[in-house]
């Protein structure tokens, strides 16, 4: 039997003794410090970088291998670590992300073999310029397998062995087994899922060898799909039979929708399988090498393409914005309510509540008495106290008074005879009306035509 | 999914080009999510409809999971409308945005080509310095550059080509007179507009001050439309290096052929 590669578990160790040997004392700048073996034995860079990386993965999962800053880390270190600085939280991640300086001794079938550098050690990945992480592919690989030591190997090839612990956990009602490996299959199908996509994105020569690599997995998917149905069925049995199960606070529908969800990546994997075949078999040469747009600027400073093309190139890839005033979903917001109904009242009126509004009763007014004002505007003008002497402000209505002297202040709006003078005096009058006492200042109207024919006659 | 509820989204998607469940960079706002619920609960007969309808605007409806794409949450999707190079969207306008990079200088033309020439270096940081190939969507989280790493590749550009180009050129080519009359303060400026319109657009993301990532949208779009819009115009340039590469192998050959007969001959 052979030994599994034990370099994995080195590579674990290997930036933590580093890490515990570093003669960095805290508070000190983040950048990088060659490594000396003596360092403090307080094992608390130790104690930081296990929980960096422990954070690292768990928010990795949820977000799919999404870089996590330095603030959010040394947040959720503090948890723990409450005595974490933010600075030495930087300076743990920055060892972390760059690959060990210890030496292997790599056999390679001899006996006597060489010494070698391992470059491939870095457990986190720094996200270009900024302070932001995530773990590496080997930072997750070692994670996995210390998570579960019995299976060292996490590789997608042995999924049909991780899949039948699934049903052996559902058969012996061990839910909380069966999620925990329901979700490790998820998060590695997914990984290599991605792998597989961004190797078809890259294409080359690089796809043959891999698909060598892969030439079983169609038909390993196949039989790992059989089996995720027999787990399917395993739960369905749980759920129809209601026999005891352990771990009863974990629900069996999210168990389910788990497995549900590790039987669509099989499928999707499966079909990405299928696009790489097709890929290979149209020709290797399919891939486009990253090509110099710096190059491209520089033709473009000597011949730029015509105005059409540019135009047309910036309308699909450049920044754009939707053209006048769109409406948006909050423009609606409370105005319809598609599915209320409202239950219709009956409706009562009470015509003896009722009250005539103001502007009827102007209206009346005026009808009545429109003809009577323009013919004494006509015959020389008309005032105010003349208007209330004449009982035009107590016909037909109460409100007689109001109408009048709407009347006569928007004369605009109700007669069409022409040039009418309003002339306003600050002499005040008294008039008795039947019921009240009314003071105003001196309001007449007259019209040019009859002030010049008055000149006139004169 | 009703028609209002279609409407909805479609309003909602013309204007921002996006819908995500979850977020690990910024709050998803209600009504985003509550949109992202109807769609996730929504038929497939009904998804078609709204993927007809966009197709109808110039738009590809794309749903893409944590299985497609890196940077996406485990069980959540991401919605986004991605251009079509084959049907112009008419409710779009990329003109009047580009237009914004020189609002005093009275010509658009000043304006557009700022523009493309930074837009091209950009390109360069985020895919040819990256050995990154147009069609490697899923590599869009490690497409990270600086302000000032964009600034300095414009500078180079200007400063070690434009510069030292025949200044004949400046006869035919009004790119390099606009980029030759730079005084050393314009490309800042230039640089700072267009990453404002850019990140305005949804083309890039700033995750930190002053540094910025390729969106997934750009992502999406630069894989979807590369091959037909740009790799065409790719074509001249290698066409530009051709003759002296032919000359090359040419030269290669003779020496062969020579070599060989002197050796017939010694023989």
Known sequence: MSLPDISLVLKVSARLVDLHDSRRNYGESPNYQGDVRSGHGDGRYVAMATHCLDKLHDFGRRSGDEYTSLATLTQALRVELPWTQEVDVEYVLNVLSRPTELKLLLLDGGVDGHVITEKDTNLVEKSPNVAEFRLSWVGRRVLSMATNLDDEYQDIAYIEGDVTKLIRALENGKLRPALNFVEQLNDQLRVAHALLVSLIERGGRGLREAYSEMAGHTELMSRANELVKIADAKINEILRTDRDIDDEDVPIGLVRERVRELSRGIVRYSRQLSQLSAEISRGISSSVDAPSFAELARHWVKQQPSEARLNQIMSVMGPSEVKGILAMGTDYEGTIRSRTVVERLPETVDLSEYAEPQEHEFTRWLTANRAIIEQRIRDGGLSLEAAIADGLATMETDEAFGCLVTALSALESWTDLDGLILTLTDELSKAQLPALEVMFSGLTITQRSSINSTKDSR | ?267
């Open chain 2, 1 to 267: 999914m009703t028609p209002y509820e279609l409407g909805k989204i479609s309003a909602f998607l013309l204007k921002n080009r996006k819908i995500e469940e979850r977020s690990q960079r910024r709050a998803i706002q209600r009504e985003e999510r509550d949109l992202a619920e109807i769609l996730r609960d929504a038929a497939v007969e009904e998804i078609q409809l709204l993927e007809e309808m966009m197709t109808g605007y110039g738009f590809d409806f794309v749903t893409l999971s944590a299985f497609d794409v890196k940077g996406i949450a485990p069980g959540s999707r991401v919605h986004l409308l991605v251009r079509r190079n084959n049907s112009p969207c008419l409710l779009l306008d990329s003109t009047s945005v580009i237009e914004k990079m020189a609002p005093s200088a009275g010509k658009a033309s000043v304006a557009k080509i700022w523009f493309t020439q930074i837009w091209l270096m950009h390109l360069d940081l985020m895919y040819s310095a990256k050995d990154r190939g147009p069609h490697e969507r899923n590599q869009w989280l490690d497409s990270g550059f600086t302000k000032e790493q964009l600034i300095e590749a414009v500078r180079v550009h200007i400063n070690e080509f434009v510069r030292k180009l025949n200044p004949e050129i400046g006869e035919t080519s009004e790119v390099y007179s606009t980029l030759r009359a730079e005084k050393g303060v314009e490309i800042p400026r230039y640089v700072t507009r267009f990453l404002g319109l850019m990140v305005d657009a949804g083309m890039l993301d700033e995750i930190a001050p002053n540094s910025f990532r390729q969106s997934l949208l750009s992502a999406v779009e630069v894989k979807a439309n590369y091959d037909r819009i740009l790799a065409p115009l790719m074509l001249d340039i290698s066409e530009e290096h051709m003759p002296g590469n032919l000359a090359q192998t040419a030269h290669v050959l003779l020496s062969a052929v020579n070599e060989t007969s002197t050796e017939r001959n010694d023989s």
